[in-house]
């Protein structure tokens, strides 16, 4: 039933899982896996470990787990598979019992209570078996195929077009409830809500869209971890094809002949960046990344501003805990006090230890909530200036044609509740000009009247990507000095109305505009 | 000049429905349709909110207007104009131009009303002789108990009044009633409530500010009562209003109640939050003053149950001692409506727009209104209104007491030498405390008050007010602001 390339796969790691504690070093194993529905390979071990950590935080912490495979014939629905998997450590999957299909009956409506369907699997297993189960993962036979057809060869495909083909698998199953776990955890919810919320958008297209905005990057992570420390490597590369070639690797510190010193951080985060030749090592720690997605988890869906406010202001914190929560190879000329001390001079505060995490939240939303309003309809518009190069500026069309993307998002309460993709054509219909009053006029009758019209250009976008997240602690003003001026460009940015603070950006000199946002971004009270 | 509705019954619509649009489609439906308020041929003047330069719900649902516009038309209307007074300050041009609001309302077959006459004084080819020409011809004095007020002439000649009043959490009055929403058909200017002849005691005991404000309210009122009254409760803006402010929630009811009379319409309002005419001093004074407030009873109720859709909702603190700020303690006095509204608004902003302000100026006192409790901690004094200033001259917060440095070399001599102690007191100085910030007025413009917080703390203490101010010079200090004041002045 099951695709054999993956049920070998599967079986491999179920194998691997039962004889690891009698292993004489399971840390040096040499064979290897794939992570289930990837191309990626992996040590086993390191497998197991995700399994370990991940499981039981996000998906259920109790032992013993039933699938069962279901196919809905003429309202009725008809078993096709029971599997029982024994875990002596909740998500650890050490053996596999297929058990008879006719064990038990699931009638077509009992599927919406699935509290219901457990507990009488439950009794029926107690009964029969002598066991008791914590889970129950129930999937439809459409759920199968299309598991199938994603693992066609998926051996051979490159990370970018798995993640493209991941992305559709899951959005085509959540979408279609074809697949169905209880108790269900929040790690679900967040799937499915977020699926909700993007209503219609292909979640892969919303991953190239993203992914067309990353610059080119070589960088590790070294993850500590309570237990066990992993090394991940990170590669974007554009090929002369202008495609772009994704590499994720992991590996556990034997693998690379590496002996860690707990003592010396900035020393193994050198050795790695010379093994693995990047050109940054980042240091985390496993206990605050995996803190950080269980409160997205749990707090994302639906995206409230004080629950949005609440992440930044943590991820902001993360930041500005540099040496103390994260570190990184080399050293940021940025955290040199010298440095530092001769940009106070010139009249600069910009110690990024100092970031204010509490402040930063709070007057970016405040200042949103003010001039678009609790409830609002914002239309985004993605342009792309690089291919209209041949097009000037003042010609009709110019807009229309250097529209990338157009989104619709709708707030509520501060809430961001819907997202629509808006069509091209449809929002530049019967607009002869470039005017943005002309695309309100527009939108108006086509999807209410918007509280602002934001056109904002790939090529800013990437810069700012680039220059301010991916450079972050660069120190080099140059680019970051240019990136504004982007951003004060109308060809880059432009919104409509022009509220204050547009206009504060677009019309103060870059220098001006630092010294006086400045003393937000970063707290006082510096030496 | 009182135009009256063509229906004398107190009808009022509560309608429900999945939309604004459809909310208020559907409450027309059960008044009758949009051919009982509006005739063929009629110039249409719509009283929304306008406030600030800000989004939903400082101003009025601009989706319901659209609506509301479609259905003038549909009902025959030659022109429809809409209008109101923002807070002061803000002449109405500057608003228009941040929200672009002359060109939309121009999209959907409307016209924005300059009531102020602000997109003619920016007109350098005008000499001021021309512009009290237009000022001349564009108000109309009228006098109501003794009282003149200019009320814009496309108001006075509209042949309908359409009031669109969206409901916001109101420190006052509880909430933004349609009555409140007719008073801005003047300008901010002339609806300062002064205290000249009053002793201040007397005053605020009386709370006389709010009795004027009430009388000049509903002054206001009598001039030209809507045709038809719109009360947008669709989206409710509770716990902090009637601008957005740090604890504004929105509530969404899906609920519209319309007729054709204010007072009835605001009644039905109050009943579904719950709130009855003893709850509401606005109506109270209403009834007291003779005008003609209907029992519940007597209000015929279309379409939505009341009983089924009424709701609690987080009202405004009433006490300016409730709000909690972080580093500035709140010692009041006696104070008057008056005071209790702009500090309201004031410590409002400040604990939503300058958190990092607020966090770098530790121990801050707030006094406020007649006579205050002595502050129990030095640091910062505020003195907000003429009542505080006043009232506190003697204050020993004012002086700050000083002993003299010891002599440490007598001191040890005579450690040395042995002698006894002598029994000298230390000097005591007094100097005049510094750290006092005065915010004077009657009450006090809070425009005023944060040019002079930023002057006192400086820029490099408030660094959220700074980037404020360099914001708002777009806007509220704007040239236009100052020709606002010659324009008034004239």
Known sequence: ?527 | MLVQSKSKKLEVAISKANTPKESLLKGIEILGGISKFIDEGDQVFIKFNLNLPGGFPTNTNFDVLEELIKSCKEGGASKISLGSFPVKGIPIKVLSDILNLKDYFKTIGAELAFLDNSNYYDNKDLSIEQLKKIKRDSFTNVKINENDYPIPNIILNSNKFISVNQINANPLFKFNLSLLNSYSIIPAKYRKIGKTQYNTIEYNSADQYKNDLISDILNIFTVKRPNLVINDMFYLLEGAGPFIYKDSKIKKTNLMILGEDAISVDLITLKILNLEIDDCELLQQAQSKNFSVPKISNIKVLGENIEENSMNVKLCFSKIEDIKLKNIFTYPGKYCSGCFKQAYHLINFMKTYMVKDLTYNSTNSFLIGESPIEPEKMGNVILFGDCAINSTKNYKFRKLIIESRKNLIAEAKNKLFKKPKAKKKPKIKEKPNKNILELPGCPPDIFNCLELIMKYYGKKNVPNLNLLTKMNEFWVNGKLADELKNWEAL
Not at chain 1, 120 to 132: A, D, G, H, P
Not at chain 1, 309 to 325: D, I, P, V, W
Not at chain 1, 481 to 491: A, C, G, Q
């Open chain 1, 1 to 527: 039933m099951i695709n054999k390339k993956f049920r070998d796969n599967w079986l491999k790691i179920i194998s691997f899982n039962k004889n690891r504690d009698i292993l004489e070093d399971p840390e040096k194993v040499k064979e290897v896996v794939r992570i289930p529905l990837s191309p990626i390979t992996i040590n086993p071990n390191i497998l197991y470990y995700f399994f370990e950590i991940l499981y039981p935080k996000f998906i259920n912490d109790q032992q013993n787990i039933l699938d069962i495979i279901i196919h809905e014939v003429d309202k009725k629905n008809k078993i096709l598979g029971l599997f029982l998997y024994k875990t002596k450590k909740a998500g650890i999957h050490e053996t596999v019992e297929s058990l008879p299909d006719k064990l038990f009956k699931i009638k077509s409506l009992e599927i919406e209570r699935l509290d219901d369907i457990f507990s009488k699997v439950q009794s029926v297993l107690l009964k029969e078996k002598n066991i008791q189960i914590s889970s129950i993962r129930i999937f439809k036979k459409e759920a199968i195929d299309l598991i199938n057809k994603h693992s066609e060869k998926i051996e051979e495909v490159s990370l970018f077009e798995f993640l493209n083909r991941i992305m559709d698998l899951i959005q085509k199953i959540l979408e279609k409830d074809l697949f169905l776990i209880y108790p269900e955890p929040i790690f679900f919810h967040f799937l499915k809500s977020g699926i909700k919320l993007l209503n219609k958008i292909r979640l892969s297209n919303f991953f190239k869209f993203i992914e067309k905005f990353l610059p080119e990057f070589n960088t590790s992570l070294l993850i500590n971890g309570n237990r066990k420390n992993l090394i991940v490597l990170l590669q974007k590369t554009i090929l002369k094809s202008k495609k772009s070639d994704l590499t994720l690797k992991f590996f556990s510190p034997e693998e690379l002949g590496i002996n860690l010193n707990d003592s010396d951080i900035k020393n193994n985060l050198s050795i790695i960046q010379e093994k693995l030749k990047t050109e940054k090592v980042y240091c985390l720690n496993q206990n605050d990344i995996l803190s950080f997605i269980s409160d997205l988890f749990e707090l994302l869906f639906p995206i409230t501003k004080e629950n949005l406010k609440f992440l930044f202001q943590k991820a902001l914190f993360g930041y500005r805990s540099f040496e103390t929560h994260w570190n990184m190879v080399p050293r940021p000329t940025i955290y040199n006090s010298l440095i530092r001390f001769l940009i106070h001079l010139i009249g600069f505060n910009l110690n990024l230890k100092k970031i204010s995490h509490w402040a930063i939240p709070e007057v970016i939303f405040n200042y949103i909530d003010f001039y678009f309003g609790l409830n609002s309809k914002i239309l985004l518009i993605i342009s792309d200036l690089n291919r209209t190069k041949k097009i000037k500026g003042s010609q009709d069309n110019f807009l229309k044609n250097s529209c990338l993307y157009a989104f619709l998002l709708e707030f509520e309460d501060s809430t961001l509740k819907n997202i629509r993709v808006i069509n091209k054509e449809k929002l530049f219909s019967d607009i002869n000009s470039n005017s943005l009053s002309s695309i309100r006029r527009a939108s108006i009758e086509k999807f209410g009247s918007p509280s602002a019209i934001i056109i904002l250009d790939k090529f800013l976008l990437q810069s700012i990507v680039k220059n301010f997240i991916f450079n972050h602690s660069k120190f080099s003003f140059i680019p970051k000095f240019k990136t504004l001026k982007l951003l004060k460009n109308e060809k880059y940015f432009t919104m409509y109305p022009e509220f204050p603070f547009y206009k504060l950006i677009k019309k103060k000199r870059s220098i001006s505009l630092l010294k006086l946002t400045l003393p937000i971004i970063i707290d006082k009270f510096e030496f």
